[in-house]
């Protein structure tokens, strides 16, 4: 498996070379889902206490 530094870099010169001028959207959401689904556990963890 590929890891997240790798990830990134290949990432970042895919898209940049498909749509330069969006790249930084495209990218900011692929990292806001990245980080949810990597964190959601530990996010819910911390918010379900606080919420009950």
Same mark, same amino acid.
């Given at each position: 498996?590929?890891?997240?530094?790798?990830?990134? %870099?290949?990432?970042? =010169?895919? #898209?940049?070379?498909?749509?330069?001028?969006?790249?930084?959207?495209? =990218? !900011?959401? $692929?990292?806001? =889902?990245?980080?949810?689904? %990597? !964190?959601?556990?530990? #996010?819910?963890?911390?918010?379900?206490? $606080?919420?009950?």
């Amino acid at each position: 498996m590929i890891s997240f530094p790798a990830q990134h %870099e290949i990432f970042h =010169a895919y #898209i940049g070379r498909i749509t330069p001028h969006s790249s930084r959207c495209i =990218a !900011n959401m $692929w990292h806001s =889902a990245h980080f949810f689904h %990597e !964190n959601s556990l530990s #996010i819910m963890k911390t918010l379900v206490p $606080w919420t009950l």
